[in-house]
């Protein structure tokens, strides 16, 4: 079975939950089991980063950047996890009030680090989330398990 992880910022009945739902939706929705966590970045450590095989990671976007929460899950993981998660396939996405940009470039630049593997481009999305955008989140969620069942990544 593949073993999800989703840690995300963004305060509780947000956006950025609504898209945590549809990640959720698309991790669960294939013919292969998935075991899934999902964790506010807060309450996610090294063991969840270790325990598993793929990771989706959901932000707000706070100044021109991801919010507290997720910075402080990599400041917490980076140097425990140094040599050990190289090669993870992970996918973001991005709750924003008009922008989003900046918290991408950030995230890229950090999970360059880790040497973690995008298996699709960041979901980015603007405002209240629409169908389309939730559909976006779901295919995320969707292309991780699936990927991760098929011995894709
Ligand atoms: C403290 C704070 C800073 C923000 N800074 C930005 C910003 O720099 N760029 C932007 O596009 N939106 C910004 N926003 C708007 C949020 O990114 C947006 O409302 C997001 O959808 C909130 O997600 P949530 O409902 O999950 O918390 C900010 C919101 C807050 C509370």
Known sequence: MARVLVIHGGHAGGRTAKLVEAVRRGVLAGDEAAELRVLPALAAGLDDLLWCQGLL??????FGYM???V???FDRTFYPAQ?????????LFVSAGNDGTGT???VER?????????IAPPVRVVGEPTTEHLASCEELGATLA???SAGLF
């Open 57 to 62: 990671i959901g932000t707000p976007e706070h």
């Open 67 to 69: 919010s507290g929460a």
């Open 71 to 73: 910075k402080d899950f």
């Open 83 to 91: 040599g050990r998660t190289e090669g993870l396939p992970y996918g």
């Open 104 to 106: 991408i470039l950030a």
């Open 110 to 118: 950090i999970v360059t680090g880790y040497r973690w593997t995008a």
């Open 146 to 148: 699936a990927g991760l």
